[in-house]
């Protein structure tokens, strides 16, 4: 079953709290993403673990830091957030292994007041 | 010219109406296509691969033209399901090693 979870399903939090944001697969799949997505926008890459190694969409700020304590779980830590990043944020994985279809979890609807 | 292009409609379909979506791409070297499917406030999911000889699941039939750059989704006999947004996905690789890149969308509606 291709199944992706993530946690919460929803998460409100002022500019000055930490957060963390969990997605976990048990596909045994080598790749995770985080994406945000704002309101009729595509998703927007953030960060790649592929074979345990971290990539980064550069334009990303640096309050935002992802965590990848196994090959089945990655965090999003949040910190010092701004209201613009209110989004949708999406954990995805993919098994890697000339295979690039990506299956996405439920997203974390985050609102930062 | 953006990497991933599509009419963003909407297009309003009676039931039972035949639609086909239109996407090209940018990057000559992608490898790997898919359209995916998302609803309103929910994660886009998988609707199929897309293979250069073209391949079809039930009502959707998708082809891809390498030469064009180009990849197409049709969808026969449309249900009030069907009723999401279309995102047509390029795999492409970069320094981050391979990364998918999202069309904008195409919004479907089909009305009974």
């Known amino acids: 079953d291709t199944e992706v979870t993530q946690t919460p399903k929803h998460l409100v939090m002022g500019m000055t709290n930490k957060k963390s944001l969990k997605c976990e697969q048990h596909?045994?799949?080598?790749?995770m993403y985080w994406y945000k997505q704002k309101a009729k926008k595509p998703p927007e890459l953030m960060f790649v673990?592929?074979?345990?190694?971290?990539?980064i969409n550069e334009s990303v700020p640096s309050r935002f830091s992802p965590e990848c304590p196994n090959s089945s779980l990655l965090n999003l830590h949040l910190h010092a957030l701004q209201p613009e990043d209110s989004a949708l944020y999406l954990c995805?994985?993919?098994?890697?292994?000339?295979?690039?279809?990506?299956?996405f979890g439920p997203g974390t609807r985050l609102t930062v007041t | 010219r953006k990497e991933v292009e599509q009419d963003p409609g909407p297009f309003n379909v009676p039931e039972g109406a035949t639609v086909a979506f239109n996407c090209t791409y940018s990057?000559?070297?992608?490898?790997?296509f898919f359209w995916y499917r998302q609803d309103c406030r929910k994660e886009p999911k998988l609707l199929m691969s897309?293979?250069?000889s073209g391949n079809e699941d039930g009502r959707f039939t998708a082809q891809l033209n390498r030469a064009s750059q180009y990849i197409s989704l049709l969808i026969r006999d449309s249900k009030l399901s069907d009723s999401a947004t279309y995102l047509c996905?390029?795999?492409?690789?970069?320094?981050?090693?391979?990364?998918?890149?999202f069309g904008k969308g195409t919004t479907l509606s089909v009305s009974s």
């Open positions: 995805a994985s993919s098994p890697g292994q000339g295979s690039y279809e990506q299956y």
């Open positions: 673990y592929s074979y345990e190694k971290l990539s």
């Open positions: 596909m045994g799949h080598r790749a």
């Open positions: 990057n000559s070297a992608s490898q790997s």
């Open positions: 897309v293979y250069s």
């Open positions: 996905v390029v795999n492409m690789w970069n320094q981050a090693g391979t990364a998918l890149i």
